[in-house]
């Protein structure tokens, strides 16, 4: 899967989020990704994950095996 329809799915449910993709296996099926969003504020890490794993969820089921998720809020990113 290209890393930009990823990045594309990702800001429909977080608009302002930066997105860093690593594809890790250089098959874009295994991806590393890196999440800045003040969507993210006042969630646990369970409930982040979640919320892009939900953007990916068809995804998830074929083009994409592996998503690795670093998600942060703008804050976190500075420290």
């Known amino acids: 899967m ?6 594309e799915k990702i800001r429909v449910v977080l608009p302002d989020a930066v997105v860093d993709l690593t594809d890790l296996t250089g098959t874009e099926d295994h991806w590393q990704a890196t999440i800045v969003s003040a969507g993210f504020v006042g969630r646990t890490m369970l409930e982040r994950h979640r919320l892009v794993m939900a953007a990916l969820s068809e995804e998830m089921k074929g083009p994409i095996h592996a998503l690795t998720l670093d998600a942060r809020t703008p804050e976190e990113s500075q420290k």
């Open 2 to 7: 290209k890393p930009e329809a990823i990045v």
